[in-house]
């Protein structure tokens, strides 16, 4: 389907961001619809680089606004027929420039494949959560209901109470009145006294009522603090946990402070509802009085939720971090980290008041080894709404460091020790709420960090991140790693996808997983029930742990390789044996990349090539790594590899991506306008990418890598060179043009009779050694 037709079909938030990408006159959104098909065909990327395209382009584009004014002319579509003339003179401005106008039209469309992007995430996220989206929105919509329920309940409170005020002020002013005149007839009196019996047995009445009406609205308050406090803020702060190792989960706070908000503000009135209580019992009170007997009682609950819910209300909403770090929760000592607070409780009256102060390890744990912090920097901010886009009450702090207290650590009644990037470390805040005759000490806690000292420690410390926010719901146990848990297949594959979901904007589907999966465990039909060790994670076969090779491929992909990836150019995680049997179906020249299983941070790909009789023959290349893909793209690895054959003929044996799409249909928009002799990678390509046939060679000796096992890979032509010479003790048989080339790391330098082998053609094709 064409980009603009996807455009418009997307749901309407994001038709919203069309609308306003479309805001501006570089490209109007009437010349971009009627002239769609045209636009998406052309190389604007070429464009904006060679004047002579540009002024094509340029010249045909205003060619297609006449053919489309000279429509609107006969449909009379008078507008459109103005909108069109304008928009050509308006274009007659990139005349001299038309570079510029290729440019502006380039960005557009990236802009519009950003929103396709953004749909295409939010569809996949959608995807996953969509029963659990249904379970939240329901329980949203209940707590909403019953929000508005306790609203009008409060409503009703200050009515009732305004009608106890009036009733005892009428039964006051008649007794008032009553004492003032001088009854003398007994009987008249006597009918007094029972009239204001009968007064003030109906004003208890109505203080009982307004009693038991209190009780009631504490106990829907009290409902809706625990579904709040138990409920809500917990699950948030697991979606918290979450995000910060990657999950595409919603952290924002809005919606939990207005409901915080509109608690507290019930509870507050109904503190001063009892203080009205108070007030009119200090002015008519009675044998019995139903107030005197209840209010207290009252008093101390509505203390008691108030209190509860303001101490809950107190949140890291953004976890310390370092500017340049892996992720959240690892810190390093003498280098600024930056973490938020916020009240869910908004009193704009406080705004400014309640200074917030940061320690460290209050409760340390007396373990051996373990080391203590002091926090540096402004340690002391007030809550504030200026710092808050949402306007809610947050201290913001952007500038703290750690360091390190030199007495710290060495002693320790347990003799468990951890490892430095198994320390857990808390962080806490303090601050004092003082309102309305209310004075509340709250104290909100930091999710536990790794706190490191050299830079080469970021990523064992990032794997202890992971897995406790991956596994532990306690989150203030810092004892943690003394006796780690397990995690589930489950929660590991789930958690191991939200690191590139994250970091590239597209997650791991089920046969990634699947072949991560055997990795691990073997072959199993079910991997629901496995589970993976702590040290199987990041300790096994040190200093290439699993997530030492994890962590690789994710930075690969994230530096050289994200926009293949996010396409789902890239298959990946994907066996060799599973490899051999997906390509062994496909026609020649059949191809896919995976990651190397036994190279840290590299890529390989393998196609289908055919023996002499037909058979299908897959070979598979040295893995490539970051020193290789720093000097030229993948894509233009792909489009420039080539094999010369028997005749010296280049051949480029990457013809079809897996599973039968056209190599240059898959990666042609990667590719960089310049080629053959004006490629800037051609000196590259020259000395690295080209490969000689060679039939009836000496098989090599050394063992196969990991990565050739499947598969015939190509060698350096002076490795096997070399080979040779030792067979033939004549090391002069290798000639001068081939002792000054270097062996290339990236290809495989031993396998079972190999048909290629690499050369620089830049110099004319030798002999055999």
Known sequence: MAQWEKLRQLPAVYGQQLHELYDRDALPMDVRHYLSAWIEKQEWQRAARDHDLAMVLFQVLLENLDIQHSRFVQEESFLLQHNIRRYKQNFQRYLDDPCALASTILWFLEKEKEILRSADLAEQVQFLRVEQEAMETSSQQDLERKMAGLKNEVQCMEHTMLCLEEQQDEFDFKYQTHKMEAVVDEAEKQEKIKLFQLLINKLNDCRKSTLADLNKLLDKIEELNDMLVKKELVEWQRRQQKACIGAPDNVCLDQLE???????????????????????????????DPVKAQKPALQSRTDTLLE??????????????????????????????????????????????MKVNVSMDREAPQMKGYRRFNVLGSKTKALN???SQSGGMVADFRHLT??????????????????????????????????????????????????????????????????????????????????????????????LSWQFLSATKRGLN???????????????????????????????????????????????????????????????????????????????????????????????????DTTITGEPDIKTVQPFTKVDLSQIPFHEIIRNFQILEAENIPENPLVYLYPNTPKDEAFGKYYTEKTGSDSPYIKYI?????????????????????????????????????????????????TSPLEMYHPDPMLSSSVARPRGRFTDVSQQPQPLC
Not at 258 to 283: I, P
Request: with cysteine; proline share 4%; net charge neutral.
């Open 258 to 288: 207005n409901w915080f908000t509109c608690v507290a503000v019930c509870l507050f009135q109904v503190r001063e509802f009892l203080s009205k209580l108070e007030e009119l019992v200090g002015k008519l009170s009675y044998a019995n």
């Open 308 to 353: 509860d819910l303001l101490k809950s209300s107190f949140v890291v909403e953004t976890q310390p971090s370092m500017p340049q770090g892996k992720g959240p929760l690892v810190l390093r000592t003498n280098v600024q980290f930056s973490v938020k607070t916020r009240l869910l409780v908004k009193v704009p009256e406080l705004n400014h008041s």
């Open 385 to 387: 709404m200026a710092e």
């Open 402 to 495: 750690l360091k390190e207290q030199k007495s710290g650590g060495g002693k320790g009644v347990s003799d468990i020790s951890l490892s430095v990037t198994e320390e857990l470390h808390l962080i806490y805040f303090d601050t004092v709420f003082e309102f309305k005759g209310l004075s509340v000490e709250l104290q909100a806690c930091s999710l536990p960090v790794i706190i490191i000292s050299n830079s080469s420690q970021q990523q064992s410390a990032w794997a202890s991140v992971l897995w406790f926010n991956m596994i532990s719901l306690d989150t203030k146990d810092v004892m943690f790693f003394a006796n780690c848990p397990a995690a589930t297949w489950p929660q590991f594959g789930e958690m």
């Open 510 to 608: 089920d046969a990634q997983l699947e072949m991560i999966a055997h990795r691990l465990f073997g072959k199993k039909q079910d991997y629901g029930t496995c589970k993976v060790a702590w040290s199987k994670f990041s300790k096994e076969n040190p200093p290439d742990t699993f997530w030492v090779w994890f962590d690789g491929i994710l930075v690969m992909v994230k530096t050289y390789l994200e926009n293949l990836w996010r396409d789902g150019h890239i298959m990946g995680f994907v066996n060799k044996s599973k490899e051999k049997s997906l390509l062994k179906k496909k026609q020649r020249g059949t191809f896919l990349l995976r990651f190397s299983e036994s190279v840290i941070g590299a890529i390989t790909f393998s196609w289908v």
């Open 686 to 734: 020259k000395t690295k990418l080209m490969f000689v046939s060679k039939e009836n060679t000496l098989e090599a000796k050394s063992p196969m890598p990991s990565d050739m096992a499947q598969g015939e890979a190509l060698e350096p032509i002076n490795g096997l060179c070399e080979e040779a010479a030792e067979q033939n003790e004549d090391p002069q048989t290798l």
